[in-house]
């Protein structure tokens, strides 16, 4: 018997003890003002007890099947070995896991250069709960894959086909195939490979201040833990002044449920035997080529991604919605009165929060225009900084005003706070121990490293921007 659990219910028979002596010494009449005192403090200490009993009962039975599982196989650590904190990271409590996540976030940065935005975005998501992102499983799979031995083993699994992993290695490669099998959410199964560890996965440590794409520092991003996002939107709530003393008007707003699913990008790094043979700084090399590449994917598929197997991109989200299109006074020709012209059209609600995207080329023409038709910010090199107060951003994956008739979609104007960007946490990357030429089918002396994720975008409200289009 636990001693601590002992004592709680000791002190929880001798308040029903006293109760029972209360009760027996009123009778049937009514308790006194003293009886009726001692009474209530009975019932406030009985709460408190069990409440205390509950939390003992479930740290008992953590114990009982930690001490289970170490004896069908071994446990791994979470923590360092002279604070002898081995537990079973699947069994350890919600709360628990997150403590230990976050400390373990903390401990392995200092030595891995991470930014501070990058550990503020980390900590936030193991602190998310909700219907799209379960910060559990998140800290979960820091805590399986951020300690010596899984780095270790996964080194040595993007080097080598068959790895010569020490029985720790193994045990840390099994517990974290094990905690894939058993948490994914969404019902979606692993999809194979070596999950990158936490701390260098681009999914989950990319963040805005890193990225050249213009699409990441202006949108809303979402990591989540399952398939797709889903939420809720809305237009805003009508409010409206009522008579004294009369039945309030039907203000209900109109509710839409927006969903974006994500979709698999894939990435491939061959490289040579030689360079394998001896790569220095393995982890954080790794890490930056993936998250550039990816980064590149993404900022074409946020531009004018077709929404069939990739992100739907926000050109192509508004260019299907005819409602928000807005076309140039003079087909063929882009005017300053065409930057009115959108302007004007765009609702109020959507200005404060406002952001221009346009092409290069685009701006640059725009830049020129002077302020006849309002102000603009230009840099000393005549890069357009600011129109109408709000900032502008370019994309070299949105076409450039050709000066020729024709249909082109030109400039974006609205709030990229409705443009969701929903990113899967949790990146794999596979080794592909040998590449083949083309023509004869003979090794090329290279191997590769084959990575997939799952990202997802679309515009949540397409009535917060304007897109302006030639004819």
Same mark, same amino acid.
């Given at each position: 018997?636990?001693?601590?659990?002992?004592?709680?219910?000791?002190?929880?028979?001798?308040?029903?003890?006293?109760?029972?002596?209360?009760?027996?010494?009123?009778?049937?009449?009514?308790?006194?003002?003293?009886?009726?005192? *001692?009474?209530?403090?009975?019932?406030?200490?009985?709460?408190?007890?069990?409440?205390?009993?509950?939390?003992?009962?479930?740290?008992?039975?953590?114990?009982?099947?930690?001490?289970?599982?170490?004896?069908?196989?071994?446990?791994?650590?979470?923590?360092?070995?002279?604070?002898?904190?081995?537990?079973?990271?699947?069994?350890?409590?919600?709360?628990?896991?997150?403590?230990?996540?976050?400390?373990?976030?903390?401990?392995?940065?200092?030595?891995?250069?991470?930014?501070?935005?990058?550990?503020?975005?980390?900590?936030?998501?193991?602190?998310?709960?909700?219907?799209?992102?379960?910060?559990?499983?998140?800290?979960?799979?820091?805590?399986?894959?951020?300690?010596? $031995?899984?780095?270790?083993?996964?080194?040595?699994?993007?080097?080598?086909?068959?790895?010569?992993?020490?029985?720790?290695?193994?045990?840390?490669?099994?517990?974290?195939?094990?905690?894939?099998?058993?948490?994914?959410?969404?019902?979606?199964?692993?999809?194979?490979?070596?999950?990158?560890?936490?701390?260098?996965?681009?999914?989950?440590?990319?963040?805005?201040?890193?990225?050249?794409?213009?699409?990441?520092?202006?949108?809303?991003?979402?990591?989540?833990?399952?398939?797709?996002?889903?939420?809720?939107?809305?237009?805003?709530?009508?409010?409206?002044?009522?008579?004294?003393?009369?039945?309030?008007?039907?203000?209900?707003?109109?509710?839409?449920?927006?969903?974006?699913?994500?979709?698999?990008?894939?990435?491939?790094?061959?490289?040579?035997?030689?360079?394998?043979?001896?790569?220095?700084?393995?982890?954080?090399?790794?890490?930056?080529?993936?998250?550039?590449? *990816?980064?590149?994917?993404?900022?074409?598929?946020?531009?004018?991604?077709?929404?069939?197997?990739?992100?739907?991109?926000?050109?192509? $989200?508004?260019?299907?919605?005819?409602?928000?299109?807005?076309?140039?006074?003079?087909?063929?020709?882009?005017?300053?009165?065409?930057?009115?012209?959108?302007?004007?059209?765009?609702?109020?609600?959507?200005?404060?929060?406002?952001?221009?995207?346009?092409?290069?080329?685009? $701006?640059?023409?725009?830049?020129?225009?002077?302020?006849?038709?309002?102000?603009?910010?230009?840099?000393?090199?005549?890069?357009?900084?600011?129109?109408?107060?709000?900032?502008?951003?370019?994309?070299?994956?949105?076409?450039?005003?050709?000066?020729?008739?024709?249909?082109?979609?030109?400039?974006?104007?609205?709030?990229?706070?409705?443009?969701?960007?929903?990113?899967?946490?949790?990146?794999?990357?596979?080794?592909?121990?040998?590449?083949?030429?083309?023509?004869?089918?003979?090794?090329?002396?290279?191997?590769?490293?084959?990575?997939?994720?799952?990202?997802?975008?679309?515009?949540?409200?397409?009535?917060?921007?304007?897109?302006?289009?030639?004819?």
């Amino acid at each position: 018997m636990d001693p601590e659990l002992e004592t709680l219910r000791s002190q929880l028979t001798k308040l029903d003890e006293e109760r029972r002596q209360i009760h027996e010494a009123a009778d049937k009449a009514d308790l006194n003002d003293e009886q009726q005192t *001692r009474w209530d403090q009975i019932d406030t200490e009985e709460q408190a007890l069990r409440g205390q009993i509950k939390e003992a009962e479930e740290r008992a039975e953590r114990a009982t099947r930690v001490a289970e599982s170490r004896a069908r196989w071994s446990s791994v650590q979470v923590g360092k070995p002279d604070q002898n904190a081995e537990v079973e990271v699947r069994n350890l409590a919600r709360r628990d896991a997150r403590d230990q996540a976050l400390k373990r976030m903390e401990e392995a940065s200092k030595g891995m250069g991470l930014r501070s935005e990058q550990l503020d975005q980390v900590d936030a998501i193991l602190r998310r709960h909700n219907g799209d992102t379960d910060g559990d499983i998140i800290a979960r799979r820091l805590l399986l894959t951020e300690n010596d $031995a899984y780095r270790s083993a996964f080194a040595k699994a993007m080097t080598s086909a068959t790895p010569a992993w020490t029985s720790e290695e193994a045990r840390a490669m099994a517990a974290f195939r094990e905690f894939e099998q058993r948490a994914m959410a969404g019902g979606t199964p692993s999809a194979g490979g070596y999950g990158v560890p936490v701390l260098i996965d681009p999914s989950i440590i990319l963040t805005a201040q890193q990225s050249l794409n213009p699409f990441r520092r202006i949108s809303r991003v979402e990591t989540i833990t399952t398939d797709t996002w889903k939420g809720v939107s809305s237009a805003g709530v009508s409010w409206s002044f009522d008579g004294e003393g009369t039945e309030v008007s039907d203000d209900s707003p109109t509710l839409a449920q927006p969903e974006v699913p994500t979709h698999m990008a894939r990435g491939f790094i061959p490289y040579s035997i030689e360079i394998g043979q001896d790569y220095p700084n393995f982890a954080a090399e790794m890490s930056r080529l993936l998250a550039e590449g *990816r980064d590149e994917l993404e900022a074409q598929a946020f531009a004018v991604g077709s929404g069939s197997g990739a992100p739907t991109g926000i050109v192509t $989200a508004l260019d299907a919605n005819t409602n928000v299109e807005v076309v140039v006074t003079t087909d063929g020709a882009l005017g300053a009165a065409d930057i009115t012209k959108v302007w004007k059209v765009l609702p109020d609600r959507a200005k404060s929060n406002a952001t221009w995207v346009m092409g290069e080329g685009t $701006a640059s023409d725009v830049a020129a225009f002077g302020d006849a038709y309002g102000t603009r910010t230009v840099d000393l090199t005549g890069q357009l900084e600011r129109l109408r107060s709000r900032p502008v951003e370019t994309s070299s994956y949105i076409p450039d005003f050709a000066g020729s008739t024709g249909a082109a979609n030109l400039i974006v104007v609205g709030d990229f706070r409705k443009y969701l960007i929903a990113e899967r946490a949790g990146m794999s990357v596979e080794f592909v121990p040998h590449l083949f030429g083309t023509t004869n089918g003979r090794p090329t002396g290279q191997r590769g490293w084959f990575a997939h994720t799952r990202i997802g975008a679309d515009s949540i409200d397409d009535t917060a921007f304007r897109l302006l289009q030639n004819q």
